[in-house]
Nanobody, 123 residues
Framework: QVQLVESGGGLVQAGGSLRLSCAAS????????MGWFRQAPGKERELVAA????????HYADSVKGRFTISRDNAKNTVYLQMNSLKPEDTSIYYC????????????????WGQGTQVTVSS
C-alpha cells in the first residue's frame, strides 16, 4: 500500500515556475515507478511525466518537454515535478500516482493516486 499526498500547487503568472512535491507513505516507495498526471475540466487525464523506481528512466509528454523535470528522492519518499516557463494551458489539477513492477505510461497501470493539487497559470 502506498499513500500519496501532493503539495506545491498554486497561482502563477505565465512564464513563472512551480515545484510540485508528492510525499509517499510506505516502506516500498522505492520500488514503485511514479508519474505525474493532469486533468483539466472537460478533458481526459493525461500523463505529464514518469520516472522509474531507480530514477534512471524518465518520460515527458511532448507538451512539457524542455520545461518540466521529474525527479525523486527515495530516501525522502518524495517525487517532484519542477515546472518552468509555465503557460496558461498548463492550468489543471495535477496528480501523482504510483505503478508497481514496471515502468509504464499507461494510466490504468497506476494503482495508487494522490488527491491532486491545483495549478493555475494566468496570462
Amino acid at each position: 500500500q502506498v499513500q500519496l499526498v501532493e503539495s506545491g500547487g498554486g497561482l502563477v503568472q505565465a512564464g513563472g515556475s512551480l515545484r510540485l512535491s508528492c510525499a509517499a507513505s510506505g516502506r516500498t516507495f522505492s520500488t514503485y515507478n511514479m508519474g505525474w498526471f493532469r486533468q483539466a475540466p472537460g478533458k481526459e487525464r493525461e500523463l505529464v511525466a514518469a520516472i522509474s523506481w531507480t530514477g534512471g528512466r524518465t518520460h515527458y509528454a511532448d507538451s512539457v518537454k524542455g520545461r518540466f523535470t521529474i525527479s525523486r528522492d527515495n530516501a525522502k519518499n518524495t517525487v517532484y515535478l519542477q515546472m518552468n516557463s509555465l503557460k496558461p494551458e498548463d492550468t489543471s489539477i495535477y496528480y501523482c500516482a504510483a505503478a508497481p513492477y514496471i515502468f509504464t505510461l499507461a494510466t490504468n497501470s497506476y494503482n495508487y493516486w494522490g488527491q491532486g493539487t491545483q495549478v493555475t497559470v494566468s496570462s
